[in-house]
């Protein structure tokens, strides 16, 4: 006796069965539709599945080597939400939302006889620890970014207002900042800096170079040709600076000059080196916002046998933006700094750049350490950080709050309550629960359907919850490679 079994299962599972070799959109990632597309052309069979309606939006960054097509798909899923379908004609379609809200209210309270509840905190979570093969969320630099500003009688507070944020290396209220933040105050009115206690080995009058008058100047003669100056060194009072200006003359053609900044913590760092540009005028450069306590200049001489110099004047520009964050430390939390009350100005703008920490938060729901519920989430097949930040706000999004469900009897349901819509009972469909001893009303979708005796349809036992999916399902999906 021969026995043959056929099983059948989705189209969608027809991807699971191609492979993709490689691909990766960079750390900067790709709208999700063209992933969708990029992905589809790995097939190999015939029977193609071809790409719908792509409803979804945003921007993810994927790195792939070996994966199945499905396998992918299913994270980016669950990085971006909605819901992946193929219908018979092998179209792929992905939805934002399924089933219909028709404005059907259930009251938990009233109906109580037809009702059960049941609120599950198993998989309840408002601190997500999110790692990856590769990146980690501390990759991803913030800022500078507009905090919230709260202020009382003895300090002034600055929240992020980044979803979920919290700065990396928090360790206690009061403690000093970590290094990876910094405090922004914003400059209205730059003014230029004169340098002091100039200095340079071989330089006449190197005071001139930095006094305000460009009739006056440092002299450096008789640069032999393939040489160079000793360096001339001035201090600035520490400070943000992005604007240099410097007056120059040059004895024959033009050579080339240097300049360097430094600070204790990045060293010396050249913000200039070139040509200096025409004698007897003023020229003026931009760079990048620094910290500087101290300048040297350096001039060549690559063209001819021997060239002599002048430094008339060189300053810098304080920064639009200036560094505060000295006097600001930890706040209560980890995405709250505070200052003295003296040391906030309300009239300036302020902003914060700060690096993330490896872990979201949930704020809105946590007022003390008693509310605090870890978990972790390792996605070993994702390497950039903006994909790890979206997985982790999504499902944030869902577990912030405890999962509760209603199982409905309908029958006893109708006794009670005529205006009940079978209609609005189908799989899918949204229907709200009002429940006066939550004292809240929780939007709810239709996960499953039972009918008891199908000779009486009207009979059937609903399931109601609150969410579809909890973690432990996302990260086991996640975690399996199809």
């Known amino acids: 006796m021969i026995k043959t079994e056929l099983y059948s299962s989705g189209l969608l599972s027809q991807l699971g069965e191609e492979v993709i070799g490689s691909y990766d959109t960079g750390p900067d990632g790709s709208p999700v539709a063209d992933i969708v597309e990029d992905l589809f052309g790995f097939q190999r069979k015939s029977t193609k599945i071809t790409v719908g309606t792509i409803s979804v939006t945003g921007t993810r960054a994927v790195q792939v080597e070996e994966r199945t097509i499905l396998s992918v ?64 969320l501390s990759d991803i630099i913030i800022g500078p970014a507009t905090p919230g500003i709260t202020t009382d009688a003895s300090y002034a507070y600055f929240t992020l207002l980044e979803q979920y944020a919290a700065y990396l290396d928090w360790t206690g209220e009061g403690e000093a900042l970590p290094d990876n933040i910094k405090v922004w105050r914003e400059n209205t009115s730059p003014s230029w800096v004169q340098g002091t206690g100039e200095s340079g080995v071989g330089w006449s009058d190197p005071a001139y170079a930095s006094d305000g008058n460009t ?44 300049i360097q900044t430094y600070n204790a913590v990045d060293g010396w760092t050249t913000i200039f080196e070139g040509s200096p540009g025409a004698d007897n005028t003023w020229h003026e450069f931009g760079f990048t916002n620094r910290t500087i306590t101290e300048i040297k200049v350096i001039f060549y001489n690559d063209v001819s046998l021997s060239k002599d ?19 600001w430390v930890q706040g209560a939390w980890e995405n709250i700094i505070r200052a003295d009350i003296g040391d906030y100005d309300e009239a300036e703008t302020y902003t914060i750049e700060y690096t993330h920490a490896n872990y979201l938060m949930a704020w809105d729901k946590i007022t003390d350490g008693d509310d605090l519920v870890s978990r972790v989430l390792s996605v070993p097949a994702e390497t950039y950080s903006l994909s790890l930040i979206e997985y982790g706000r999504l499902l944030l999004d869902e577990t912030k709050i405890a999962e509760v469900s209603y199982l409905i009897d309908t029958v006893n ?42 000779l009486t349809p009207e009979n059937m036992l609903v399931e109601v919850s609150s969410r579809i999916r909890d973690i432990s399902d996302v990260i086991a999906t996640m975690s399996k490679l199809i």
Request: proline residues 2%; aromatic residues 8%; negative net charge.
């Open 73 to 136: 798909l299913l994270e980016l899923r669950d990085s971006v939400g909605g819901y992946i379908t193929v219908d018979n004609d092998r179209v792929f379609d992905w939805a934002t939302d399924i089933g219909e809200d028709k404005g059907q209210q259930i009251r938990y309270r009233k109906n109580l006889v037809g009702i059960e509840r049941n609120i599950n905190y198993d998989s309840l979570c408002t601190k997500l620890h999110v790692s990856g093969s590769v990146n980690k």
């Open 215 to 258: 009739g006056t100047y440092a002299e450096y003669l008789a640069i032999p040709l393939g040489g160079a100056s000793t360096p001339l060194h001035a201090d600035f009072a520490e400070n943000t600076y992005n604007r240099c200006k410097y007056y120059v003359w040059l004895s024959g053609s033009t050579g080339r000059m240097k």
């Open 309 to 327: 110099i002048t430094l008339n004047e060189i300053q810098l520009q304080q920064s639009d933006l200036v560094d505060v964050t000295a006097d």
């Open 413 to 454: 349901l109708v006794e009670v309550d005529s205006r009940l819509s079978f209609e609005a009972l189908q799989l899918g469909s949204i229907v709200t629960m009002i429940d006066e001893d939550l004292g809240i009303d929780v939007s709810a979708r239709v996960v499953k359907i039972t009918f008891p005796d199908l």
